[in-house]
């Protein structure tokens, strides 16, 4: 039996995948909608993350942010209070690494085993069952649970022990974020001295200023549109998780570091729920331009 | 007659070219040993600016900055003193825009057209042909010079007014230096994490992480390999150039602001000379690791 905690917007269609590839599940999660949903489809549900961690062995979690995590795992109802020994705790969600690893050698007291397995991908990723899933934790474990990460994904790597799917995640969401910051910044320039953004997008795009950012994220700019997508409030949570490892791992990350207060800034003005795209924006306002195709 | 002003790395291979391809040239460098060398391959010679400019109906400049350009455009031996009207000034170097924008008003005042026309694509790009051409100034002005790019480029873009050639590299040399900045400070993360880059890079680079400065400079930094390509002080220049039409135009570019430092930085170390990947090490150095592959 595979246990699934946590049916959000990314947990409900993994754990529907899961169902669907033929694995007996078992779900928990606060919303009840989500529940009746998965339960009419064959699952079974549970009251607690302890009464799922009884009847399963693998366990995967897909929750918010670093304390829902720590709580659904090691809380007085938690996962910990219920798991075999031998059964396997998968954290899905994109938290704070150095948190994982912690909840990793709590486990591990009690015989239970971990892997963190943060995905990227979004919404339309785990409908399709296409997520690229970055796995950290022991290479035998890895393996084990390799068909269950194939009914949710396509690109998965293992990239090193615990945590490091953590690790490799906040690199790519750093990358994101200073990517798209440089076309706001770079744009705003360009667009104040009276060029046209599609016309300067067409000269560089094919050079070494070309990048999955400009190609994904330019249009939506130039065109005003900035529907998530992926949503800024998310976005600003990695970077914070990426400053608050940064610290304790003595690595200054500057740039990160500004591209989270603009975030945050963002947010004070009410659009945490625009894609992070309207990160460009933030350098618009100060430089009082809009990147807007003419 | 084609003037060609300015035979350095770059100027000497887009002048061979122009003369392969049947134009007729005249040139001048500070340098006598590349004037020789064209000058066997059948290229005429003048001792100043100025008698290029009498000889020719096209002049074109590839010199190191903005000063140069403007010492050999408007100086006591410059192009204006012997540019006939209606002839036609080519500023092929990498300047600022807004220095382009008042050397193109004077030489109105004496009936000379120009356009500001800034390549990217390096050395390689230079003698193969294959430059990329970001053009400001007039669209007629652009067609009549259509055959002379040619024979130096491959994606030839008229991307607005004068100066507007300019702008847009500005755009491009902020992206790629700031999209370095990126892999530099999330990989000193990841790898002072634990992680092997080369695993890092191989998880994410297929997602919108994914960007030409990745694939072309990534490898380069996990194997310390930072033999130029393009030189950091090169990169510094663009970056103070973008920082002067910025602070003129009322654009803060706080990233760009941020890398020009670190630039700095290395060329203090003596480190000018090195490929602009270098870049990473300026994080590496502040996190005490190395992001080298295992």
Redesign the interface.
């Known amino acids: 039996m595979v246990g699934f905690i946590g049916l959000g917007i990314m947990g409900r269609p993994m754990a529907r995948n899961l169902l669907r590839a033929g694995f007996p599940l078992v779900v928990f999660s606060r919303s009840r909608g989500p529940v009746e949903d998965l339960v009419k489809e064959g699952a079974l549900s549970s009251d607690s993350p302890k009464g799922v961690a009884e009847r399963s062995e693998v366990i995967i979690t897909m929750l918010p942010d670093s304390p829902e995590v720590k709580e659904v795992i090691l809380g007085k109802e938690g996962v910990i209070q219920g798991a075999k020994p031998e059964s396997v705790v998968i954290d899905m969600s994109s938290i704070n690494?150095l948190v994982t690893q912690e909840i990793a050698k709590t486990l591990e007291g009690k015989g239970v085993k971990m892997l963190d397995a943060p995905v990227?991908?979004g919404e339309a990723g785990a409908i399709q069952g296409t997520l690229?899933i970055?796995v950290g934790g022991e290479e035998e474990v890895f393996r084990d649970c390799m068909e269950i990460f194939k009914t949710m994904g396509k690109?998965i790597?293992r990239?090193?022990?615990i945590?490091?799917g953590g690790?490799?995640k906040?690199?790519?969401q750093?990358?994101?974020a200073?990517?798209i910051?440089?076309?706001g910044?770079?744009?705003?320039?360009?667009v104040?001295?009276?060029?046209?953004p599609q016309?300067?997008y067409?000269?560089?795009r094919?050079?070494?200023?070309?990048?999955?950012?400009?190609e994904?994220k330019a249009p939506m700019i130039f065109r005003r549109n900035f529907k998530a997508g992926f949503k800024i409030k998310l976005h600003q949570k990695d970077l914070y998780n990426?400053l608050s490892?940064?610290k304790d791992?003595?690595?200054?990350?500057?740039?990160?570091s500004?591209v989270q207060q603009a975030f945050i800034s963002l947010m004070t003005e009410g659009r945490g729920e625009e894609d992070h795209s309207a990160l460009a924006t933030f350098?618009e306002k100060?430089?009082?331009?809009e990147i807007k195709s003419i």
Chains 1, 2 share one sequence.
């Open positions: 690494p990227s991908g690229a970055m690109n790597v990239v090193g022990g945590g490091a690790f490799a906040l690199v790519n750093m990358i994101v200073i990517n910051a440089a076309i910044e770079s744009f705003s320039l360009g104040k001295a009276g060029l046209d016309i300067i067409e000269a560089i094919g050079g070494l200023a070309g990048s999955q950012v400009l994904a990426a490892t940064a791992l003595g690595v200054p990350i500057p740039l990160s500004f350098f100060m430089a009082k331009v």
